[in-house]
Each structure stands twice: as structure tokens, then as C-alpha cells.
T-cell receptor
Framework: AQTVTQSQPEMSVQEAETVTLSCTYD???????LFWYKQPPSRQMILVIR??????QNATENRFSVNFQKAAKSFSLKISDSQLGDTAMYFC????????FGAGTILRVKS | KAGVTQTPRYLIKTRGQQVTLSCSPI?????VSWYQQTPGQGLQFLFE???????NKGNFPGRFSGRQFSNSRSEMNVSTLELGDSALYLC???????????????FGPGTRLTVL
């Protein structure tokens, strides 16, 4: 069975600082993909970044990067130079044969 | 290109009624997946449709059903509504869905269902 665990229900960070959101997962699949999605308040969910499990290199997208530790089944998201617009619920998700989400982390960026 | 649209955006129903939600995917996308989002259970996968066929199903009772039309639009139906069905129902479209896992899923704004 696929499971995704986000152990931080809420986090806050000062504008321009760096924050890391944690995620661990479990799966019996060999071929899977990992994602971070962002859901701003009352707005649509959008993809932030994705990682193919067979790739050792960590994915990066501008200010967003991941630390993918396959053996430890860990997939954390680092947001650099945090901006007010980064305030949102962040979901870690794994795609084996379906997309399974973690419980989410509410991130608040403070000015 | 227009995004994923969902109608209606808000619904209020009473227990025992049934409801149909609609999702129009991005043009060219053939896979549509449905998710239920609640504060207690988080985001849970309902089912995925691809080329008018249900390809994958989550752990929901048979009261939850869906279908997909030849133009890839999808509907989700919930019969005999219960209070616990109150949730935000999200649909997401992608080019090939679980047939190509790297595909990005694009989410719609959701339908907020309240069951009284």
C-alpha cells in the first residue's frame, strides 16, 4: 500500500528566509514519482515540483528544490527566499498506480 | 488554453438526495481523476477515467460512481447522500494519467458540497 506522511501540520517563516517541509512515504512500487503541490487559500491546487524516483539528481524549480533520499523514503521541499505568495497548504504526493497525498503542511510566510 | 473547469462550484443538498458533479478537462487531456478533500481525511482518490473507461478506483462505497464521455468530460455521482459526504470534490486532468506517471495533473477549482 502507498502511504505519504507529512509530520508538520503548520509552519511559518519570515519573508526572504528559507524553509524546509518534510515528507516521508512508503510504497512497494519500483516505478513511482513524487510531487509537491501547493494549494493557496481558496485557490486551485498547482504543481510545484516533481521527482522521478529512478533519478538520483534532486529536482529544482527556481526557488523550490527537493532533497530526495530514496533509501530513507524521504522527500523534503526547500523553499528559498520565501515570498508572501508562498503562503499556502503544501501537499506531498506519490504516484504509484494512483496519486496518494499526505495530510498537508500549512505554510505561513510573514512580512 | 482553458484550464480544468468544474460545475457547479457550490452545492447544498439534504441527506438521502443524490448529486451529479461535472468536470471538463483541459483540451487534449484524456484522463480525469476525482478526489475528495475533507479536513479530517485530507485528499483521497476516488477514481480515474481514461478514454471513457474507469482505470482505477479508490476505497469509496458504491454510492460514489462516475463516467466519462467521448469528449473526455467526466461526471461524478453520489447517491443517497450522507452528512459525511460534505467535502470539496476536486477533479484533475492529464494527458495519459496513470498510463504515464510523469504527466502533470492539473486541478480544477473544485465543487464544494454541503450535505444538511
Amino acid at each position: 500500500a502507498q502511504t505519504v506522511t507529512q509530520s508538520q501540520p503548520e509552519m511559518s517563516v519570515q519573508e526572504a528566509e528559507t524553509v524546509t517541509l518534510s515528507c516521508t512515504y512508503d510504497t512497494s512500487e519500483n516505478n513511482y514519482y513524487l510531487f509537491w503541490y501547493k494549494q493557496p487559500p481558496s485557490r486551485q491546487m498547482i504543481l510545484v515540483i516533481r521527482q522521478e524516483a529512478y533519478k538520483q539528481q534532486n529536482a529544482t524549480e527556481n526557488r523550490f528544490s527537493v532533497n530526495f533520499q530514496k533509501a530513507a523514503k524521504s522527500f523534503s521541499l526547500k523553499i528559498s527566499d520565501s515570498q508572501l505568495g508562498d503562503t499556502a497548504m503544501y501537499f506531498c504526493a506519490q504516484y504509484g498506480n494512483k496519486l496518494v497525498f499526505g495530510a498537508g503542511t500549512i505554510l505561513r510566510v510573514k512580512s | 488554453k482553458a484550464g480544468v473547469t468544474q460545475t457547479p462550484r457550490y452545492l447544498i443538498k439534504t441527506r438521502g438526495q443524490q448529486v451529479t458533479l461535472s468536470c471538463s478537462p483541459i483540451s487534449g487531456h484524456r484522463s480525469v481523476s476525482w478526489y475528495q478533500q475533507t479536513p479530517g481525511q485530507g485528499l483521497q482518490f476516488l477514481f480515474e477515467y481514461f478514454s471513457e473507461t474507469q482505470r482505477n478506483k479508490g476505497n469509496f462505497p458504491g454510492r460514489f460512481s462516475g463516467r466519462q464521455f467521448s469528449n473526455s468530460r467526466s461526471e461524478m455521482n453520489v447517491s443517497t447522500l450522507e452528512l459525511g459526504d460534505s467535502a470539496l470534490y476536486l477533479c484533475a486532468s492529464s494527458l495519459a494519467g496513470s498510463g504515464r506517471k510523469t504527466d502533470t495533473q492539473y486541478f480544477g477549482p473544485g465543487t464544494r458540497l454541503t450535505v444538511l
